[in-house]
């Protein structure tokens, strides 16, 4: 893990993460890939509240990740071990390993690809960890301006 507490990132230390089975809803993923964004910053910078509040300094920061499922929890039907999966952490990202609700999580699509359009290719781990705060940003704002898209 990449903990730290508020301020520049030369503060930041590894630590070694407990080695838990996952809470019932949850699942434990290898984090292969995690993006930077604004609120990771606001975390550096000791601004985010609910970092402060639930969770507490140090912290290991970190929201968008990507990876491979390593072990469900209980009540987890909707994943397995070895599936590729995209999503949000509730912090943490920044961990090789990670605990994520899976609710959160989906598995990493193929698209079709630029070259080909007949053909496909699946996103990598570094595309889908780039993809969730935007991608939830985007639909926020959809959503106030009266436009949020219906299945």
Known sequence: NLQSSSGPIVNAAASEAKDDLPDPDCVILENHAFSVNYADCCIRWGLYESAKQYVGYPICPGFDVAGV?????SQV????????????????AYSSRVMVPALHLRRIPTMASDSSPSSQRVLSMTEAAAVPAVALTALYALLLAGHYPTP
């Not at 499922?69 to 929890?73: A, F, K, N, R």
């Not at 039907?77 to 943490?92: I, P």
Request: hydrophobic letters at 40%; a neutral charge.
């Open 69 to 73: 499922v390593e072990q469900v929890g």
């Open 77 to 92: 039907t909707s994943l397995k071990a070895g599936d590729r999966v995209f999503g949000c952490s509730l912090f943490g």
